[in-house]
Nanobody, 125 residues
């Protein structure tokens, strides 16, 4: 399975940005997908997850109400729409995928077998 994250960039506080995760190499519907982020000197943090069929979504409290995760099975992509961004949202954002017991609320990064390369989001104040 290969994951390709894209869409990062520089955005002003209060603005919006959309990240994309392209998934290839395995049937998309067999994978739960999540977004994580990691700021310098910090641990990798779970942001949002979506179930295999896209019918269940889970968000960290830090982004709930501002970020939205969605999937497009026809394009094998998972998007993360970021609104009302804050300087503390600045981080390297990763998408991750896993099968088996992984669900939309699986927060432990060690549970995910597949990772993208990360895309940098910088929020300026």
């Amino acid at each position: 399975v290969q994951l390709q994250a894209s869409g990062g960039g520089v955005v002003q506080a209060g603005g919006s940005l959309r990240l994309f995760c392209g998934v290839s190499g395995r049937t998309f519907r067999n994978l739960a997908v999540a977004w994580f982020r990691q700021a310098p000197g910090m641990e990798r943090e779970f942001i949002a997850g979506i179930s295999r069929l896209g019918n269940t979504k889970y968000y960290a409290d830090s982004v709930k109400g501002r970020f939205t995760i969605s999937s497009d099975s026809a394009k094998n992509t998972v998007a993360l729409e970021m609104k009302s961004v804050k300087p503390e949202d600045t981080a390297l954002y990763y998408c991750a995928a896993g099968g088996g017991i992984i669900t939309s609320s699986t927060r432990d990064p060690r549970a995910y077998a597949y990772w993208g390369q990360g895309t940098l989001v910088t929020v300026s104040s």
